[in-house]
T-cell receptor, first 120, second 111 residues
Framework: DTEVTQTPKHLVMGMTNKKSLKCEQHMGHRAMYWYKQKAKKPPELMFV???????INESVPSRFSPECPNSSLLNLHLHALQPEDSALYLC???????????????????FGAGSRLTVL | SQQGEEDPQALSIQEGENATMNCSYKTSINNLQWYRQNSGRGLVHLILIRSNEREKHSGRLRVTLDTSKKSSSLLITASRAADTASYFC???????????FGGGTRLMVKP
């Protein structure tokens, strides 16, 4: 299995709702990432989990709450979002975790297809 | 934060022509990668070039890297309508474990 699977593909939520985005990979990758992407912009890193521990939080507002239940799963819990949070949310994984001086190429990212979030 | 700057931001060519996209970056790198993204979809890794390499080929793709100028280029030869997508460069830090994406080039190949 060489895929990263994201659900749901589309999500529409109100500003008072609580919802979650889910991501799953079975490649044995030890780092998992959440990116946010606005239209015609590059992906922006939000969080990195390395060996199931939160390693990087790029100053993301607390209304986004990541969770890594195990090495294959990554969730992004959403609460009290704003309309400007509407975007494509991309999950990715890479072979090795952070903090290791890795051989070149081990940090190639495998992306999911994304979850398109609309906040009304 | 965005490390790479890509140009052009948008490129429109006819099928069969070659497409060249450029990427410049600011800090020293372990490697540089190119990714492709079809509209509204996830990114797909295309090719990686290490900091000690100058050129690499993969099918119709040719990537060059000039570390003295901190720049890279991606050449797609004999383009096809199916090559229409956004192309992003991404630079890996010296430890090789973090990627930062450039702004992207939107390529349109007209049949």
């Amino acid at each position: 299995d060489t895929e990263v699977t994201q659900t749901p593909k589309h999500l529409v939520m109100g500003m008072t709702n609580k919802k979650s985005l889910k991501c799953e990979q079975h490649m044995g990758h030890r780092a998992m990432y959440w990116y946010k992407q606005k239209a015609k912009k590059p992906p922006e890193l939000m969080f990195v989990y390395s060996y199931e521990k939160l390693s990087i939080n790029e100053s993301v507002p607390s209304r986004f709450s990541p969770e890594c239940p195990n090495s294959s799963l990554l969730n992004l819990h959403l609460h009290a979002l704003q309309p400007e949070d509407s975007a494509l949310y991309l999950c990715a994984s890479s072979q090795v975790g952070l903090g290791n001086r890795v051989f070149s190429g081990a940090n190639v990212l495998t992306f999911g297809a994304g979850s398109r979030l609309t906040v009304l | 934060s965005q490390q790479g700057e890509e140009d052009p931001q948008a490129l429109s060519i006819q099928e069969g022509e070659n497409a060249t996209m450029n990427c410049s970056y600011k800090t020293s790198i372990n490697n540089l990668q190119w990714y492709r993204q079809n509209s509204g979809r996830g990114l797909v890794h295309l090719i990686l070039i290490r900091s000690n390499e100058r050129e690499k080929h993969s099918g119709r793709l040719r990537v060059t890297l000039d570390t003295s100028k901190k720049s890279s280029s991606l050449l797609i030869t004999a383009s096809r309508a199916a090559d229409t997508a956004s192309y992003f460069c991404a630079t890996a830090n010296n430890a090789g474990n973090m990627l930062t994406f450039g702004g992207g080039t939107r390529l349109m190949v007209k049949p």
